[in-house]
């Protein structure tokens, strides 16, 4: 037996929406210290991870661990009919082939109940190394969504350089270039505003700003998104969900871009 | 000569809404007491029924019964160039081969006047029998539109069952399947957001989706709507307009569906 | 050496969309005394002018004058790119092929550069003579854009006609005709909501609702429009922009169509 109760509906749906799009099937790893989910896109080029853990949850119970594959799209449709303060309750008996839904509203005048057929996706979990990244931002999730749908109606790649100035977000099409610059943020006033640079060493890498897109529909999930980057490693987008867990998401570079960019 | 003045066009613009895309052309008969329209879908599967009575207008004036014969789509066009609160009057000289539709603006600024073709329309108006029904539900409306158009997203038609239980509203698609649950409201906190069953008699019966989403068009019209099932007849879903008159629906039944579906 | 700074992006934003969608390529001419535009349509029915002042912005430098060949949808999406309360600068070195635009955030946290390729524009600038008008009419700019959005359901082409019954405004279709009539506002409560009709000589001519339509974009960037007509001249709608300049457009009348409609 599997059993989880979420709090408020609305969490599960934003994180539905934060996934659905990029990834058609996935594997919700479910285990006594809470559940994940690892992914990689069709194309294989980059690769969501999303943690939830179990004491994030009103009641959490898993007697042994269990692997849920779902349809993401077909979970999303479910989840949209929950009302956002449903609670919701996510079941699975052991050896059942389906997962049962259970949104109850507040004042429990209406419930409803949902089946959804459980599928087999092959899939190995990648062992993700701690890099030492060169460069770390912490910025507004919505700044950061707000960069990257800007830049992207003028082409298709991004570069992000970082440097003593800041960082710099530049895209080139043939109707023209453009690039936003953020700065470290001097004054204090709105701390959710702020953007924080950390640079151990200048960085500067391209990246297809088709994937970044579907990473910003995570943005409703935190105030707050980190970027990291590496010279020899996929950049990293982290949108950090306060103490229930994170949703990250992995870019390989544009290899060669640079160079031809130039 | 017929003329019928409304105080705001909001309401004109909401019943038109609520039909037009049930029914392209209808007759508006108008009699002393008041305005109906009854009209089938295309397809022949539901009903619409519209009464408006005389007294609810600020003036109303039928010299002889009149059957205004008018394309639902075309009358929706010329009411969406009302302003909500403009003042509707409509009107039509005898033997008149259009009917008038004059905005006014409360300051008077502003007037409109179209002028809408009427067409010959074959219709029978059918006696509805006054049936005893088996159950009657009465719910927000906005309930009702909800649920309608979440299961829609599961499968095409909802089997709707009666019992001690409550109402339960159930779909089975091929990704998996949905319930719905209400409970009679014991609380009285919110009576507009009450629900009320009365059941002499437990029934269950399908209907397809698709009717009932659009009946659902009309719950702008009214806060609550009343659903009526009965073993032997068709569905009927109410909306009331307070002391102006109704707009109702009747839908038949999904014949063999509940088995199939077991 | 040109450059000049808007102190918000929001009017440059405004002006791009209602000139975008009736002019693809146009000349910016940048003079001592401040920007000029005047373009037609590609079917040369039409033709936009737009005015703005030098003194109406931070910052105005024009080293000699220069003509900014440039595509409007190119420089729609990078105004796009701007938050509302950026400040924008525009710049261009003498004899460089693209225009610099500079976006900065009012806590100087960000800032966005985009480079816009410049366009050889064929353009000769007609001298518009200054027509003593048979009739204007000021209104409301949301007003205008309703009345024209309202009677394009119904028609492609309105004829406008000042009388002494004030101003109506007249479509035919195939499913019936409409008209709205303004008249003189008497009360002054609301001066920002006034109608005001200055008529010398009756008038009446038809206009294709299409080009009056793509003119009521500009809607946004002023609380009044001014409409004037003459029998023997295009019909003129402006919108003023207080101290900063004006955007007009011209429509020539659809010439016989009067008979035809009678």
Redesign the interface.
Same mark, same amino acid.
């Given at each position: 037996m599997f059993e989880a109760r979420f709090p408020e509906a609305l969490l599960l749906k934003k994180i539905l929406e934060a996934i659905k799009d990029l990834v058609q099937d996935a594997n919700f790893e479910c285990t006594e210290s809470g559940i994940t989910l690892q992914a990689m896109d069709n194309a294989h080029v980059s690769l969501v991870t999303l943690l939830l853990r179990g004491e994030g949850f009103d009641l959490y119970r898993v007697d042994k661990p269990e692997s849920l594959g779902i349809?993401l799209n077909?979970m999303s449709?479910?989840m *949209?009919?929950a009302?956002n303060n449903d609670t919701v309750t996510v079941d699975k008996l052991e050896g059942a082939d389906?997962v049962r839904f259970l949104f109850e509203s507040p004042?429990? @005048? *209406?419930?409803?109940?949902?089946? =959804?057929?459980l599928m087999d996706i092959d899939s190995e979990t990648l062992e993700i190394p701690e890099s030492m990244y060169h460069a770390e931002i912490e910025l507004p999730s919505a700044?950061l969504r *707000?960069i990257v749908s @800007? =830049?992207s109606?003028?082409g298709d790649s991004v570069r992000i350089s970082v440097s003593k100035e800041g960082v710099r977000f530049t895209v080139r099409g043939d109707? #023209?270039? #453009?690039?936003?610059? =953020? *700065?470290q943020?001097t #004054?204090v006033d709105k701390p959710e505003?702020a953007?924080h640079i950390v640079m151990n060493e200048p960085v500067e890498q391209s990246f297809a700003l088709k994937y970044l897109n579907l990473f910003c529909k995570a943005a409703p999930l935190s105030a707050r998104a980190q970027i990291k980057l590496s010279k020899d490693a996929p950049l990293l987008v982290n949108f950090s969900m306060n103490n229930i867990g994170y949703l990250a998401y992995y870019l390989a570079p544009k290899i060669g871009d640079e160079d031809i960019e130039e």
């Amino acid at each position: 037996m599997f059993e989880a109760r979420f709090p408020e509906a609305l969490l599960l749906k934003k994180i539905l929406e934060a996934i659905k799009d990029l990834v058609q099937d996935a594997n919700f790893e479910c285990t006594e210290s809470g559940i994940t989910l690892q992914a990689m896109d069709n194309a294989h080029v980059s690769l969501v991870t999303l943690l939830l853990r179990g004491e994030g949850f009103d009641l959490y119970r898993v007697d042994k661990p269990e692997s849920l594959g779902i349809n993401l799209n077909s979970m999303s449709k479910i989840m *949209r009919c929950a009302a956002n303060n449903d609670t919701v309750t996510v079941d699975k008996l052991e050896g059942a082939d389906t997962v049962r839904f259970l949104f109850e509203s507040p004042n429990a @005048d *209406r419930m409803s109940e949902f089946h =959804l057929k459980l599928m087999d996706i092959d899939s190995e979990t990648l062992e993700i190394p701690e890099s030492m990244y060169h460069a770390e931002i912490e910025l507004p999730s919505a700044e950061l969504r *707000r960069i990257v749908s @800007d =830049l992207s109606t003028m082409g298709d790649s991004v570069r992000i350089s970082v440097s003593k100035e800041g960082v710099r977000f530049t895209v080139r099409g043939d109707e #023209g270039s #453009g690039s936003v610059i =953020l *700065r470290q943020s001097t #004054g204090v006033d709105k701390p959710e505003e702020a953007i924080h640079i950390v640079m151990n060493e200048p960085v500067e890498q391209s990246f297809a700003l088709k994937y970044l897109n579907l990473f910003c529909k995570a943005a409703p999930l935190s105030a707050r998104a980190q970027i990291k980057l590496s010279k020899d490693a996929p950049l990293l987008v982290n949108f950090s969900m306060n103490n229930i867990g994170y949703l990250a998401y992995y870019l390989a570079p544009k290899i060669g871009d640079e160079d031809i960019e130039e």
